[in-house]
């Protein structure tokens, strides 16, 4: 039997990817030359790891979701995180920025343990995420969806809020941050519309435009170019990279193999919850256990 036409796409976008798009700062050029001579398996230790995972598992009922050993995420670089359906990519994610609760395990981020945080707290201390499903909060504008990711807002306090001089000139500095993320992200024109209103490729620049205004060390972003059109994926395919010219760094959950290929300095690729394979891209792409585990087995003997 014939396979489908987009079985037939990835394989051959795995096979054949060409690699990175080129880092522009000098930042974002020493973080992909720091893998250089890494060794392509799983678990392998990085030079400068921003975040380190140690034996996390989380099972529901017969099911073993996520099920890692050891992972380390280099600091200022763009590892991509891939694997089939059900793989556990978005539930490492859960478990890694609190939003879930490992059954056992320990993680550190920036050399402090962050396990049993609250994902409120694990943002502030610079480790955020984006969600698949947007979380744009529909019956609000642009910018009050913007002004709301603001972090430690002193009129958030009860009694302060009741003295305006006293939360006033953060107020001004959180929108003046907002302005120009929102043109940075385009989205200036919209700054005052209901966020229901933004088309879906709209909202995911807003959740990615509202991430940042916590000046996160570390953005995780959950498949940010699924359901987006071919032209504004393009645009958000700069975001991201800007995002390492800054010196963050990035990991993201993405199935279109093209940009994986095109963006990474790293791969790390799940299989039933663990990490069976991790490598530049170039490499990845040519591991059996890839190609067994993300296009089928019976894809293997074809390739």
């Avoid at 398996?41 to 529901?60: E, Q, S, T």
């Avoid at 979701?65 to 994610?93: M, Q």
């Avoid at 305006?164 to 385009?186: S, T």
């Avoid at 916590?214 to 059109?229: F, I, Q, R, W, Y």
Wanted: with cysteine; hydrophobic share 40%; aromatic share 4%.
């Amino acid at each position: 039997m014939a396979d489908e036409p987009e079985v037939v796409a990835q394989r051959e976008a795995l096979v054949e990817g060409e690699g990175t798009l080129a880092p522009t700062s000098d930042v974002a050029v020493a973080a992909h030359h720091a893998l250089d001579g890494v060794e392509p398996r799983p678990g392998v230790a990085k030079p400068d790891p921003i975040l380190v995972v140690d034996g996390l598992r989380r099972r529901f009922g017969g099911l073993v979701a996520v099920d890692v050993e050891h992972l380390e995420i280099s600091r200022g670089a763009i590892t991509a995180l891939i694997g089939p359906n059900g793989a556990g990519k978005s539930t490492l994610f859960n478990l890694l920025t609190g939003f879930d609760t490992p059954d056992h395990g320990t993680w550190t981020f920036d050399g402090t343990p962050i396990g049993g945080k609250r994902a409120d707290q694990i943002a502030r201390r610079g480790l955020v995420r984006s969600f698949q499903l947007t979380k744009a909060l529909s019956r609000l504008t642009v910018m009050q969806n913007m002004m709301l990711a603001g972090s430690e807002q002193v009129g958030e306090h009860f009694l302060s809020a009741l003295l305006p001089r006293r939360w006033r000139h953060q107020e001004q500095e959180l929108e003046r941050q907002a302005d120009e993320l929102l043109v940075r992200f385009r989205l200036d024109h919209m700054r005052d519309e209901l966020a229901g209103t933004l088309s879906g490729g709209q909202r995911k620049l807003l959740d990615m435009a509202r991430a940042l205004m916590t000046d996160p060390k570390l953005v995780c972003l959950d498949e940010p170019m699924a359901g987006v059109n071919p032209a504004l994926t393009q645009s958000l395919l700069g975001h991201v990279t800007g995002l390492r010219d800054l010196g963050m760094t990035v990991v993201f959950v993405e199935h279109d193999i093209d940009v994986v290929m095109t963006i990474s300095d790293w791969v790390v690729v799940l299989g039933e919850g663990c990490v069976i394979a991790e490598g530049r891209p170039q490499s990845v792409a040519r591991d059996p256990r890839v190609i067994e585990a993300y296009l089928g087995s019976d894809t293997e003997d074809e390739l």
